[in-house]
């Protein structure tokens, strides 16, 4: 059998992790497991990653780097403040209802990492790492309209998150798609008017 580097192995293993803790949850996620879900040997993991704290570790920067993207390609171009707004939550919400596996993961390991110290660099880089993305988003669109802001672009992004968390967590829990649309469209008003504006939006 031809040899696999590390580097090579690295994104299989992670691929891997993903799709069984995604399927079967974190608790499920041990090395053993991930190395039967590519048919490696166990110790091809621990080769690979040391530890399995630091398998997890990439996990959670891998699906950082997806929700990251999910943002960037959600800003439409051209688009008012508002407007822009409007896209992002409806473009973000799209991937919560058709990938709800992918966040309910995200969920149960920032979980796990509140609770395991070697892990807590990772989750705190987790949320820089999207609350800068978002953060970029509305000091560009500001700019671009003419949009002034009452408010640091990093306020407003942290409620939008902040906000966009709970809707998530009230979808993983108890689906109501009526509350729902009105939970979002509330979101996106009221972080046009903490940006000191006022939001008219069709979703």
Known sequence: MAHVS????????????IDLMTREG?????TRAIA??????????????GTKEELYRAVMEQLTED?????????????GFEETVAALAGALW???REQATSHQLLMELTMFALRTPHLSEALQGHYR?????????????AARTGYQLAQPAESIARFFLAGFDGLTTQRLSMPDEASE????????????????????SRM
């Open 129 to 141: 790492g999207v609350n800068e993305v978002t953060t970029k988003l509305v000091t560009e669109v």
């Open 181 to 200: 649309r009105i939970g979002l469209q509330a979101l996106v008003a009221a972080t046009v008017a903490l940006a000191g504006g006022n939001c008219f």
């Open 94 to 96: 799209h991937t919560v």
């Open 6 to 17: 590390a580097a090579e192995r690295r994104p299989q293993l992670i691929k891997a992790a």
């Open 67 to 79: 929700l990251i993207a999910q943002v960037e390609r959600a800003a439409p171009e051209g688009a």
């Open 36 to 49: 039967a879900e590519l048919g490696v040997a166990q110790a091809t993991v621990h080769y690979t990653f």
């Open 26 to 30: 974190v608790a499920a996620g041990s």
